[in-house]
C-alpha cells in the first residue's frame, strides 16, 4: 500500500520538568529533545515506525533547522522527495514545555508571516497512485490537489483548528478525525461528559459535513467519540496501568497510527482501536514522536483485549 502524509513540518525542542515555568524567573528542566515535528510529519514518523513506506509533501526553509528535519525525516526511512525547500520561509519553530506533574503541554511556534496566511508548497509536484492519504489541513489547496488527483486513494483530515483552509479540505476526504476545539468551533456547542451532550454535537457535525464516511473527535483523555449503526459511542482511552505524563504528539501519533492500520486491511473501527492503544501508550513517555510504542507491544495489547472480550 502506497501511502502520503501532507502537511506541516516543524523544528521541535521539547523541554519537561514536574511544573510548569515560572515568568521572569530562570527556569531549569529535567531532560530536552530536539526532534521533527509536525502533525503530519507526525504521523508519517509512526508510519514509518510501523514499517510502512510513507512519501511526505511539506516544506521547510533553507535554514539549519530545515536541514535537520530534513535530515531526521530520512533516517525514518520516510521519503522526502516531496519536500519543498525554500527561501521565502523560516522552517516553524516549536518550544514545547511539559509539566509532567500534570500531564499538559504548552506549545510556542514562531514561522514566517507568509507560511501561516498563505501557505503553499512551493513547486508542487505529485503522485497520482497513492492508495492513503493523510493530511493536516495546513496546505489546504495542495491537499485538495492531491485528493483529487489520487480519487481511488482513502484520504484523512487530521483537523485540528476549524479556519476556512481545514474546512475546504473536511468536504473533500473520506474520514475526518478532529479534536475537541475543531468540534466545538464548527458545531457552536461545548463537548462536556453528559453523553446527551456529545451525541447532539456529533450529529451537528455530521450534519455540516454529510459526504464524511466517518468522522471521529478525539477528546483528550475521555477517549474519542465515533458511531456505530446510528449510535453514538464515546471509547474511552486505554488505560495501560501507567501515568500520562505528556500528552505532546499524542493526538498526531493517534491520526498516523489510524493510517497505518486502513492501510493494512484493518476496518474502520479495527483502525480507531489501534490509533487508541498507541496514542493512549504514547502519553506515558515524554519525547514526543520519539514516545510512539513499537508496534509489537501495540499488537501484544490488541491481541490480549481481544481474549478478554471472547472469553
Given at each position: 500500500m502506497k501511502i502520503a502524509c501532507i502537511g506541516n513540518a516543524t523544528?521541535?525542542?521539547?523541554?519537561?520538568?514536574?511544573?510548569?515555568?515560572v515568568e521572569d524567573e530562570r527556569n531549569s528542566f529535567d531532560n530536552i529533545s530536539f526532534t521533527a515535528g509536525g502533525p503530519a510529519s507526525n504521523a508519517?514518523?509512526?508510519?514509518?515506525?510501523?514499517?510502512?513506506?510513507?512519501?511526505?509533501?511539506?516544506?521547510?526553509?533553507n535554514d539549519s533547522f530545515g536541514k535537520y528535519v530534513y535530515e531526521s525525516l530520512i533516517n525514518e526511512n520516510?521519503?522526502?522527495d516531496n519536500i519543498s525547500?525554500?527561501?521565502?520561509?523560516?522552517?516553524?519553530?516549536?518550544?514545547?514545555?511539559?509539566?509532567?506533574?500534570k500531564s499538559t503541554?504548552?506549545?510556542?511556534?514562531?514561522?514566517?508571516?507568509i507560511d501561516y496566511e498563505k501557505p503553499k508548497i512551493e513547486n508542487f509536484n505529485y503522485q497520482t497512485d497513492y492508495d492513503f492519504i493523510l493530511t493536516d489541513g495546513k496546505y489546504a489547496e495542495d491537499s485538495i490537489e492531491l485528493v483529487r488527483a489520487n480519487?481511488?486513494?482513502?484520504?484523512?483530515?487530521d483537523a485540528g483548528r476549524a479556519n476556512e483552509n481545514v474546512l475546504n479540505v473536511c468536504r473533500e476526504v473520506d474520514y475526518i478525525i478532529c479534536s475537541q476545539n475543531f468540534a466545538e468551533a464548527v458545531t457552536g456547542c461545548s463537548l462536556t461528559d453528559d453523553y446527551q451532550n456529545n451525541v447532539t454535537v456529533y450529529q451537528k457535525l455530521c450534519t455540516v459535513f454529510p459526504n464524511a464516511k466517518g468522522i471521529t473527535i478525539t477528546v483528550g483523555k475521555r477517549g474519542y467519540i465515533c458511531a456505530k449503526d446510528n449510535e453514538v459511542l464515546i471509547n474511552p482511552s486505554y488505560n495501560s496501568g501507567l501515568p500520562a505524563?505528556?500528552?505532546?504528539?499524542?493526538?498526531?501519533i493517534f491520526h498516523g497510527a489510524f493510517t497505518y492500520a486502513l492501510a493494512n486491511g484493518y476496518d474502520y473501527y479495527q483502525a480507531l482501536d489501534f490509533a487508541n492503544v498507541t496514542a493512549s501508550l504514547s502519553t506515558t513517555k515524554v519525547g514526543?514522536?520519539?514516545s510512539c510504542p513499537m508496534l509489537s507491544e501495540v499488537n501484544k495489547i490488541l491481541k490480549n483485549e481481544s481474549r478478554k472480550r471472547t472469553n
Open positions: 523544528f521541535d525542542c521539547t523541554l519537561s520538568k514536574d511544573t510548569f515555568i508519517a514518523s509512526v508510519i514509518a515506525k510501523f514499517g510502512g513506506k510513507v512519501d511526505f509533501y511539506g516544506q521547510v526553509g520516510i521519503n522526502v525547500v525554500s527561501e521565502k520561509v523560516m522552517t516553524p519553530f516549536s518550544s514545547v514545555f511539559i509539566n509532567t506533574s503541554r504548552t506549545i510556542c511556534t514562531a514561522r514566517s508571516k480519487p481511488n486513494a482513502i484520504s484523512i483530515i505524563i505528556d500528552t505532546n504528539c499524542a493526538g498526531d514526543g514522536r520519539n
